[in-house]
């Protein structure tokens, strides 16, 4: 069993940058896949990046590419979401998801075993 907790969420002014966490538990947590995704209000929660086990591939939604990078912490149990040039249709809960299969090429959310609660993110114009 793994349990997620994001944590870096918060207010910043467009064109701005905050760095999410997804802290993890778990001894087998360095060998999966990991996603990020997103839900704004009204909206269907979508991918932004992933990551694979070990951090050797990463993948991201056209949307974020060259702005937002995926990479995972040396000790292997926390992965980040670094997001610049924010702007505020980026508003959301960001999410981070993990997948003991290893599927870091996956944008689906079913592939995703394990979930965190959510970090909102707030944009301002």
């Known amino acids: 069993q793994v349990q997620l907790v994001e944590s870096g969420g918060g207010l910043v002014q467009a064109g701005g940058s905050l760095r999410l966490s997804c802290a993890a538990s778990?001894?087998?947590?360095?060998?999966?896949?990991v996603g990020w995704f997103r839900q704004a209000p009204g909206k269907e929660r979508e991918f932004v990046a992933a990551?694979?086990?070990?951090?050797?591939?990463?993948y991201y939604a056209d949307s974020v590419k060259g702005r937002f990078t995926i990479s995972r912490g040396n000790a292997k149990n926390t992965v980040y979401l670094q997001m610049n040039s924010l702007n505020p249709e980026e508003s959301a809960v960001y999410y981070c998801a993990a997948d003991p299969r290893g599927r870091w090429y996956s944008t689906t959310l079913g592939t995703y075993d394990y979930w965190g609660q959510g970090t909102q993110v707030t944009i301002s114009s």
């Open positions: 990551i694979s086990g070990y951090g050797g591939n990463t």
């Open positions: 778990g001894r087998t947590f360095s060998s999966y896949a």
